[in-house]
């Protein structure tokens, strides 16, 4: 059955919707698909008695992009707000956001937010202190949907306040109260539960998250379709999820998690404009369309994590802030770790209020930075300590990591890199007491090997540690300034140098970063950046001919190394090669899946103890004729 609850009605067009509204009724757009009506109608038996035209906050308004007025002005006439029109050159003028302070609820179909359009919108309403949210769906039905579900706000109702936590980095999963300690709990318990808050802190992409034994799988319909619409052969299905073929795993949508806020602390969670992902399966379009009311979530894929975030929403959440305010603190915090821009965005209305305000408790505080070795006797450095400084830094950076996540085979590479950079410093502080002609030939020698067992984590570890490695290789710097840099080849989202410096007197770096599609590069002013040349696709069971240029007076080792998205597939390909002057052609294999997948191709440059990271996103099409697709 899909019939509504109370006032809702269904509409067989948006333009019903304003006669509706007049009549005291809240029109819900009829979908195609019959099962999303009928999960819908449940749904809003589950929601209490919506308020139409409600009394607005102060200095609330709805604010539609260009070509969407139609629904802005039925989610501002329903909610009681003012409205207007953002015309496409105005995303970059704070006066066309109108006043500074209070909340805009913005609102446009998925397809037209981009990462190019998001963030300038969400850094203005920021700089003028606007707490922001967004309306939107991957349709016009699923779009009122949304604002239905807004006219009937929940407010839980039991003390003291408690949220649910997923956490698939460790596996574990907590019940968080407040004013109490964590209680652990199990997946089942958390799954089988109503929550008014639900925490999910997991790798993943936009599409799908890792639970452990469960997989959060973004397929809304019966399968999963490419760019173009067409369903994908080997994609995901509502009984097997494309990251996990052997079914291992079960996967859960997020539209069946029983929450009225979902908290997506995973990279880039919230893709809305379908610009990095290239198919329809998405975390945060199929949660909008489920129990949430409000959906938040990352935006971006180059802002590390850890347990901090999700317990610091959790407090904000029990103290009675409101989720636009709770953006706004995440944002903050981001911020003071070097993140440009917006880290977290809100589908939902940013005046919703989920918990009273008296059942505040303290807040967490944040995360210290790790501490880092005493700094050695400066007078005692060459060039060659300076590079064996960097290299200890990295595998201290790296070690601590393992605290958090361990991993056996990262273990072993450290202690190899470990034994050789030991090696390398004895020769060193040998050579100082009695110097021979060939105690540089043998500590680069000591460096090569050291370069070898680096590399080598790329492939003997399961997730590669990419990640680890940039964050370790930047774990003892601060970010110096920040320079212009050009847009990202894949997405075209703006880009910008990052300059680092450490006072502890290890070398500098310099990083480049897309805010959707990740790291770009990261390396030290000793080498210079490689150019790589990346095919616009990959394609099953055929080569991939990855060119490589090193540039003039470099030496060392090349790493290049292909890996699908989900960590649980391995490695595509891995190849080490001298790293000569001149052009190189590497030809990777790509194995027989036809599976859609944003796949990551990494160039790894060892060079005496210095390390240089590039990364480039290559999508992987099922098969010889699909197009390639565009941001």
């Known amino acids: 059955m899909s019939r509504l609850p109370g006032p809702y009605r269904w509409i067989s067009k948006l333009s019903e919707s304003a006669r509706l509204l007049e009549q005291g009724a809240v029109p819900v757009l009829r979908p195609a698909e019959t099962e999303r009506a009928e999960r819908w109608a449940r749904i809003l038996h589950t929601y209490p008695e919506p308020t139409l035209c409600p009394t607005p906050p102060p200095g609330a308004r709805v604010v539609s992009l260009a070509g969407h007025e139609d629904a802005g002005e039925v989610a501002a006439h329903a909610l009681g707000r003012p409205h207007h029109v953002l015309a496409p050159e105005a995303l970059h003028d704070p006066d066309a956001l109108g006043p500074h302070g209070g909340s805009v609820l913005i609102v446009a179909r998925a397809r037209a937010l981009t990462l190019s359009v998001l963030m300038p919108l969400l850094a203005a309403l920021a700089r003028q202190n606007t ?13 009122t949907f949304a604002t239905a579900k807004l006219l009937a706000p929940h407010r839980a109702k039991a003390a003291p306040a408690r949220t649910g936590l997923l956490d698939g980095t460790t596996g574990l999963t907590h019940i968080l109260t407040a004013g109490h300690p964590d209680r652990r709990s199990t997946l089942d318990e958390v799954l089988s539960h109503a929550w008014d808050s639900l925490l999910v802190d997991a790798d993943g992409s936009a599409a799908h998250a890792s639970l452990g034994s469960v997989t959060l799988c973004g397929l809304s319909g019966p399968s999963e379709h490419g760019p173009d619409g067409t ?32 908290c997506l602390f ?5 893709t809305l404009g379908e610009e990095q992902y290239p198919s329809d399966v998405s975390l945060a379009l199929d949660a909008i369309e489920g129990h949430p009311q409000g959906v938040l979530g990352l935006i971006r894929g180059d802002l590390s994590t850890s347990g901090h975030e999700p317990r610091l929403t959790a407090a904000l959440l029990h103290s009675g802030a409101r989720l636009g305010q709770i953006v706004a603190h995440l944002d903050a915090d981001g911020r003071h770790r070097g993140i440009r821009g917006p880290s977290t965005i809100l589908l939902g209305d940013p005046e919703h209020r989920p918990y009273a305000p008296d059942s505040a408790i303290t807040l967490p505080a944040a995360v210290a930075p790790a501490t880092s070795r005493p700094r050695l006797d400066i007078s005692t450095l060459t060039r060659w300590r300076n590079r064996l400084n960097d290299a200890e830094a990295l595998e201290y950076g790296l070690r601590a990591s393992l605290d958090r996540r361990p991993d056996a085979d990262l273990s072993a590479c450290l202690q190899e890199m470990a034994s050789h950079r030991q090696a390398a410093l004895d020769t060193l502080l040998t050579a100082v007491r009695t110097p021979d002609e060939a105690w540089e030939d043998r500590i ?5 090997s050291w370069g070898h067992s680096v590399l080598s984590i790329l492939s003997r570890t399961r997730g590669g540690a990419f990640s680890r490695q940039l964050l370790a290789s930047r774990a003892h710097h601060h970010t110096a300034h920040w320079s212009p840099a050009s847009a990202c080849g894949y997405c075209r989202a703006p880009r910008e140098y990052e300059h680092l410096t450490s006072p502890l007197g290890l070398t500098g770096r310099r990083t480049l970063r897309c805010p959707k599609c990740g790291p770009a590069l990261s390396l030290p002013p000793t080498l210079l950046a490689l150019d790589v040349g990346v095919p616009p696709a990959l394609l099953p069971g055929q080569p991939a001919d990855v060119h490589v240029t090193v540039p003039d007076r470099a030496r060392g080792l090349l790493a290049v190394h292909l890996r699908p998205r989900s960590t649980r597939r391995g490695s595509y390909d891995h190849a080490v090669l001298a790293a000569t002057p001149g052009r190189h052609t590497v030809t990777l294999t ?29 999508p992987l099409l099922p098969h010889q004729g699909d197009t390639v697709p565009h941001p």
Not at 245 to 260: I, N
Not at 266 to 270: G, S, T
């Open 131 to 143: 707490l922001a949210g967004v309306l939107t769906g991957r349709d016009d039905a699923a779009l």
């Open 231 to 262: 369903p994908l052969n080997g994609g995901c299905t509502p009984t097997a999820c494309k990251t996990d073929p052997s079914r291992r795993t079960r996967s859960v949508a997020p539209h069946d998690l029983h929450t009225h806020v979902l």
């Open 266 to 270: 995973v990279c880039n969670a919230i």
């Open 590 to 618: 790509v194995p027989e899946e036809p599976l859609p997948e944003l796949d990551r191709l990494w160039a790894v440059h060892a060079d005496r103890f210095h390390l240089a990271y590039h990364q480039h996103r290559v």
């Open 444 to 448: 680069e020698e000591h460096s090569l």
